[in-house]
């Protein structure tokens, strides 16, 4: 027992350790953006939390659009006395009113042990949304069990975002003094327009009436908090169909210090009368719902949405998009080289195992996609399937059976060590095999648990086997001095039995950097010396790998950017990034003599 309770103490007092990524070093960490997003030709305040931030001097978004008009520093309150918080509410009712002078506090304290803070000084000055935060800050008790030290700094940014912005998904970063860049945060421009949920209800009044979107398509923008349901009122119309998609888990995929390590948002949508017509969990292994509905009459509908086990923090931030019509489920993109052949046609004729030969095709319910192929003994052969990874529900099996029906090879899951991507199980299958014999082989494609419909897209590659490989970076950011370093690890992953050297380079004006990740070795660090002084926030760097294969044939790939994040304390993942900035770090001030 004693064990077990030591046990629990380390993960609490290891929690803010967990819920950073892990390549941060010294570098700012944003936790969250709240909102999520705005509608384009708008200004917002944008609450952003996280750690290292109290230097926030500028942000960087991917394509452009947003002007960054002000940064206000949100001061860390400090718990305060009874006697205090209700002076203080009592003065901040009193503004709201127009009273500017403060109310006498109780003739039984003495105010010089009241705690200070900037904005407890200068509560005049504060506007509306400061004096939201701070009223939050004094009524939510504080619960050390639920606390998040690394999302506890905030800092409010007010952006104008231009008419013309690209609309779209977006990565935001913010640039310190000191401290250099951030890791990103998805960042929606929208051109419809936004409805957000109350930032915050005060317990000791009736809980205000839920805000009312009158029409679609629309944004709906909220966080959920502890114990949460956040409620908005829809007006839809009788006989048309609507779509509402969340994203809510996809902001934050994997979160180190909660289990299961990720937000799961549930929607339910309640009629007119108040009764309960649907309810959406995940969208088949997607823990973000998508409620697709037909409004059988007019009227004011309730879309609610919380966590599935009733949890909550600043950072179960999320919005949902409002659309008429039945959006389709999103297909794919083939991410082998090369123009897929129809499964139909491929079933009908005997496979051309030609390098890069790739299959594309849908499974239906039940089936089992079958396949031939002409193979010579001793040819070594390959077969590869990308679906989940691609983001369809199909989790396949591959099997090889030869002319007499027997089953020479098969395969399931392939596991990689990396974990790219947001998805939890890595269960596309890949299997490789020596051809026993001169015989016509079959081809087996089918679902572990029997699914299948429209949405089971599937590509299939086969062929010999390629001698290859692919980098990943663990962070997208490193942050230097002029004329100084920071490191960066570079993640290969060798296919099909490449196991050379593999030059890592990169080569920009302004940063340099060499090594070589070994034979055998499938990983490397990286140190990349910046040349320019301090002239711009942030730059671009890329990072290219050379090899070569035993045949002597010059292989060069790109890096993929990505960060990597642990899950649940546990588990550790490479998130996919757009791309790779150096930070110029100012350089340290002399001392004095």
Known sequence: ??????????????????????????????????????????????????????????????????????????????????????????????????EVNPPPPSPRNDLSEWRRSPWFDNLTELDEFEKLLLVRDLMTPRNSLQAAPALRQMVILDLEIAPDAKVGMRELRVVTWGKGVSAPKYFFIDAEPHFAESFFDRPDRSKSESVLCNQVPAVLDGRIMPGETDQFRVALEKGKQYTFTVVGREFQPFIGDAVPGFFQPVLTLAGPDGKTLLVADDEYFRPDPVMRFRAEESGIYTLSIRDNLYRGREDFVYRIALAEGFAPYPKGVNPFPGKPIAANDAAKQILPFCPGAVIGGVLAQGKTETFRFQGKKGDAVVLQVAARSVGSPLDGTLRVRDSRGKVIAQGDDTPSALNIGSFMQQVDPRIAFTVPEDALYTVELSDVAGQGGADYFYYLKAGAPRPDFRLYTNASYLNARPNSSDRITVHAERLDGFDGDIVLRCDMPYAKGKTVLRKGKNSAVLSIAAKLPFTRAVRPLVIRGEGKTADGKSLVHEAVIADEFIQAFAYTHLLPAGELLLGHLPLPRAKKK
Do not use: H
Request: proline share 7%.
């Open 1 to 98: 027992m004693k064990r077990f309770t030591f046990f629990l103490w380390t993960l609490v007092l290891l929690a803010p350790c967990f819920s950073l990524p892990l390549a941060a070093n010294d570098a700012p960490y944003l936790g969250y953006l709240y909102p999520s997003g705005a509608r384009r030709g708008t200004q917002i305040r944008l609450l952003i939390g996280g750690q290292k931030l109290w230097s926030v001097r500028d942000l960087y978004l991917s394509g452009g659009g947003v002007r960054l008009r002000k940064i206000v520093q949100v001061p860390n309150l400090p718990p305060v006395g009874g006697d205090q918080r209700q002076f203080i509410l009592r003065w901040l009712d009193g503004l709201t009113r127009g």
